[in-house]
């Protein structure tokens, strides 16, 4: 699936819904192909305002991988294991309460995975596929702290370069 089906996936419960709210789908019948169509083809005009929306970021490789070995990227082999790209929130729990000055300087950060309304920042991973030697997924990048929509677009770019679903975690 690409990035202008998944978005247009996203638009088509609106476009059905806005179409004689939403009495055609259900009940479509022989010769209804043009009004099936004309929700297709909404539904894709949304996902395509969607992707140019989006066309206004810029990213670095630093921005881009920043959790990646060597900040330059997975190579195509390593993208291969990858079944879809996701996006969670996180936070530092050495950050939190409890911890002393001197604690954080020496443990570093503890990241975990939490709910959005407990995220300091979204960091994007690459699922592994359930057949490879991997297991579970690996974080690509950490989005900037507080900024969600940035982690989304940094996540639907690499999953438009490497022709990736993005899905929440």
Known sequence: MSLLDWHAGQALPAVIIATSAGQHMPTMR???DHIRDAIARDAYAMGRAMLAARKGF???DAELFNCWSGGKGPTRE??????????GGCR??????????????RFGTCVEGCDDADAQFWSVYGHYRPTDTHAGCECI?????????????????????????????
């Open 30 to 32: 022989a010769g209804d």
């Open 58 to 60: 810029v990213f670095t």
């Open 78 to 87: 390593e993208v291969a294991r990858f079944d879809w790209l996701e996006v």
């Open 92 to 105: 530092d729990v050495h950050s939190e309460e409890g911890w002393t000055e001197e604690e954080r300087a």
């Open 141 to 169: 990048t950490d989005g900037p702290a507080g900024d969600k929509a940035r982690a989304w677009a940094i996540a639907e770019h690499l999953g438009q370069l490497w022709g990736l679903p993005v899905k929440a975690r």
